[in-house]
């Protein structure tokens, strides 16, 4: 578990964090969102002390993290940035196996570590092991940049606008493999976002920066339906609920229906998020579709259902309490 306690960090006359206190649940994504200057980033970067402090404490699993040597602290801790970072003379093994290496783990396990991690993140070893960061898209190499942040299987995983270079196909392919990574792996994940649409479909947990400070921190729901204050609703508009949409499988709103009832509808696939549904249906002027799980028909979703969904799309996901 991460704690921050009466965190701050100034610059001169300047505060860009201020008096934040605050915890990470453990095992759940918490997205850090605000504007531009809001202190996101130096309260990422302040708990793996890339930026140390001016006063307050970071606490990690209850050890002040000030009391650690910043290397070994960042041992411990994934680092996913926006840039990625691959080094490009080294091979895509290479680049994933860079933290055990320095730490001295058995060569022969790295590399099963290094295709395992691969294969997780939906490369295939046998293809993309030898390759230089060079030969990659933008979204394999931000895989390879999340399956390196995973090689020493850290707990705690840091993530700072990490799908924000990449185009909008492929941001939301990363985005759904990284949920799928996590709903495998469950650790503690801290991402930077200024991206609303991004914070409410990845995070379990949302916190709202303003000017340094904390506006609101909860669930997605939470935030949508009980904002704290007046700049919480207006900073994530009035259309906050149909974003909310784009966290949430449209399976979960499938009624039971017929294949020959199916045949003539628009098909969707059951892990699309129930916001691209709706939009598919209204391209195809259809006010229902067939949800589909490869082969296997899951049901019926109708335009009504997903109207009610735009209020109840969080339960019924099963979003963190």
Avoid at 6 to 14: A, F, S, V, W
Avoid at 17 to 30: E, G, K, Q
Avoid at 70 to 93: D, K, M, N, T, W
Avoid at 185 to 213: F, N, Q
């Amino acid at each position: 578990m991460i704690t921050l306690n009466h965190l701050e960090k100034r610059y001169g006359n300047t505060a860009a964090v201020r008096d934040l206190s605050l915890t990470f649940p453990d095992a759940s994504i918490t997205a850090l969102l605000g504007p531009s200057g809001c202190g996101k980033t130096t309260t990422l970067r302040m708990i793996n002390r890339l930026i140390e402090p001016t006063s307050g404490q970071v606490l990690l699993d209850g050890q002040d993290t000030g009391q650690l040597k910043p290397e070994v602290l960042r041992r411990g801790i994934g680092y996913v940035i926006q840039q990625i970072g691959l080094f490009p003379h080294l091979s895509v093994a290479q680049n994933v196996a860079t933290v055990p290496d320095l730490l001295g783990r058995n060569r022969a396990q790295t590399a099963r570590r290094v295709d395992e991690l691969l294969a997780l993140v939906g490369l295939e070893p046998a293809v993309y092991r030898a390759k230089r960061p060079a030969e990659l898209s933008g979204g394999q190499a931000q895989r390879v940049g999340v399956a390196r942040a995973l090689a020493a299987d850290p707990p705690v995983l840091l993530m700072d606008e990490p799908f924000g270079a990449l185009d909008p196909i492929a941001r939301d392919e990363v985005q759904e493999r990284f949920l799928g990574i996590q709903a495998e792996l469950k650790k503690t994940v801290v991402i930077v976002s200024h991206d609303i649409d991004e914070a409410l479909r990845m995070g379990d947990y949302v916190a709202l920066m303003r000017a340094g400070e904390l506006e609101q921190f909860g669930t997605p729901d939470d935030l949508v339906k009980r904002p704290a204050s007046e700049f919480v609703r207006q900073f994530l508009g009035d259309d906050a609920n149909l974003r909310q949409l784009a966290g949430v499988p449209v399976r979960e709103f499938a009624r039971p229906g017929s294949a020959a009832d199916a045949a003539s509808l628009p098909r969707v696939e059951a892990a699309t998020n129930t916001r691209t549904a709706l939009a598919l249906m209204l391209r195809a002027g259809s006010e229902r579709a067939a949800i589909w799980d490869g082969e296997t028909l899951v049901g019926v979703v109708g335009f009504a259902d997903l109207l009610r969904a735009e209020a109840e799309a969080p339960t019924a996901a099963g979003r963190a309490p």
